[in-house]
């Protein structure tokens, strides 16, 4: 089998996907800290159970690039970076400010290899997002996904925003990015980067009303250029797989229909599903993934992220079987024998059988969201026309040789694009962004610690060790390259890739 995926039996997903996935072996070993709910080796679990289904088989595997600080600066402010870049747990006392400035500290901690796992996750979401740039139909990076870091701040276990770096990288060569976000907590991070441009929709759906992080509001619908381009679908506790397929499916199809993009970025945080210990969503694991089912459905290049997931067994179930999905091979329910079984007792199954709780969402209200947000969409009468600055110039791949391969020529900082006629981030009314913030919740408060849980122990004394550099302003796209390696350990032939590109303007609308 080559790395172009299994075919599904009929219909509209009956066509061979060229998937590629990004996994880095060292994501298992950062650690957040004792208690935090964030756990890496979430990501490691679910590369085992894709090795032992024998999904990697299907797919083209890397190892994802180190995003560099240039790379990372592309959205984040340069002094959030370098401060990124320089914290560790040993000299944290000595910035107090810094980190009350950068909203470092409870929710968001410093620990060993904190820069090294900024740039590993956004290495894999950029990496993807050039792979798809270049004939890729599907790529994967399930340790990507982090949606509310913000330009000049950490939120919500969130550090660096590769959801926006993917989506700056997939703007050079689509007019038009769609953002989907099926986490329970809203994709605040993601809203609020595009939230004045008519190039990037966003649509979330989301736990509404004193939760974390308290935005999200249907009335938050974008602003000047960007008014109805943001879609926020809030939903109340208990929501099962067929209530929110009958909010999803509708919306999306009127979404693909309208909007028309280039490009989809989904990301699938598995903490709306049943059983996670932050989340209140009652969705089943085949009920998340068909969100995964209708997207590839489209035959629209998709870039898959992770995001959010706090019972970490039912996170590594998940993605391996929307890995499955967008491969287009149904994995069996019965779990094979690997390194992390017993995490997986006493049943050894991949699907775990939703709870009895309440559905919150009532019929009514369920109609009454629909019928807004269709009618927001009925308001763009066609896709919008796009004023790129200068249209870039198509990547090509060469083999390279290595001997030759010189990193410092990769990019250039003298090639970039001077480009004006931007608006900055910093001038986007706050008030547009949310008009909820007093409702703002810390994200883990309501988390009880389970210290003797079966995942505690087995990460507890493991840290991050090394890696490197990604970044400037959002308005200013800059160019980038990106060489995706070979997972040296799988057992697929990995060809590396450079490509080095400029990138058009990202157009906001004037004062």
């Not at 810094?98 to 470092?104: E, G, M, P, S, T």
Request: charged letters at 25%; a negative charge; aromatic letters at 10%.
């Amino acid at each position: 089998m080559d790395g172009s995926g299994n075919s599904l039996a009929s219909g509209p997903d009956a066509t061979k996907r060229k998937v590629c996935y990004f996994y880095d072996s060292e994501v298992g070993n950062y650690y957040y800290g004792q208690g935090h709910p964030m756990k890496p080796h979430r990501i490691r679990m679910t590369h085992a159970l894709l090795a032992h289904y024998g999904l990697l088989q299907h797919m083209q595997v890397y190892k994802p690039n180190p995003a560099r600080e240039r790379d990372l600066c592309r959205f984040h402010a340069d002094d959030y970076v370098s401060f990124l870049r320089s914290i560790t747990p040993e000299t944290q006392q000595d910035q107090i400010r810094a980190l009350k400035r950068f909203n470092v500290g409870e929710d968001c901690p410093v620990f060993d290899g904190l820069y090294s796992f900024c740039q590993t996750y956004a290495g894999g979401s950029v990496g993807g997002a050039v792979k798809l740039n270049h004939g890729h139909d599907i790529a994967v990076n399930w340790a990507g996904g982090l949606h509310h870091a913000k330009k000049c701040e950490a939120s919500g276990f969130c550090y660096v925003n590769d959801i926006v770096l993917a989506i700056l990288e997939l703007l050079k060569k689509h007019e038009r990015v769609l953002y989907v976000d099926i986490d329970i907590h809203h994709g605040d991070g993601v809203e609020e980067a595009f939230y004045t441009t008519d190039r990037v929709m966003t649509v979330s759906f989301h736990k509404f009303g004193d939760y974390f992080p308290g935005t999200g509001d249907v009335r938050d619908i974008g602003y000047g250029k960007g008014k109805y381009y943001s879609l926020n679908v809030p939903l109340d506790d208990g929501i099962d797989d067929e209530s929110y397929h009958s909010l999803f499916k509708p919306i999306m199809g009127k979404v693909m229909e309208v909007f028309r993009p280039g490009a989809v970025v989904l990301q699938c945080g598995a903490d709306s599903l049943s059983g996670d210990r932050l989340g209140c969503f009652n969705l089943s694991i085949k009920g998340h993934a068909e969100c995964v089912r209708y997207m590839r459905s489209f035959n629209v290049p998709i870039l898959l992220l992770g995001g959010g997931g706090y019972t970490i067994r039912n996170v590594a179930r998940c993605w391996c079987y929307e890995t499955g999905v967008a491969l287009g091979i149904e994995v069996d329910d019965k779990m094979p024998v690997h390194e992390y079984y017993e995490y997986f007792g006493p049943d050894y199954t991949l699907h775990v059988a939703p709870s009895n709780m309440e559905n919150k969402n009532s019929r009514q209200m369920l109609d009454d969201i629909r019928s807004k947000l269709l009618d927001n969409l009925s308001r763009l009468r066609h896709a919008p026309s796009v004023p790129f600055q200068e249209r870039p110039p198509d990547t090509e791949f060469p083999e390279p040789d290595e001997d030759q391969d010189d990193p410092d020529e990769r990019n250039d900082p003298d090639s970039y694009m001077d480009m004006d006629d931007m608006r900055h981030l910093d001038e986007i009314p706050r008030k547009f962004v949310s008009n909820n913030i007093q409702s703002v919740k810390v994200k883990r408060e309501n988390f009880e610690n389970e210290l003797n849980d079966q995942d505690a122990h087995r990460v507890a004394s493991e840290h991050a060790k090394g890696a490197e550099p990604m970044a400037e302003d959002l308005p200013l796209v800059k160019a980038s390259d990106k060489a995706s390696m070979a997972v040296d350990h799988e057992p697929i032939n990995i060809k590396m890739e450079l490509e080095n590109q400029f990138v058009p303007a990202l157009m906001y609308p004037k004062p």
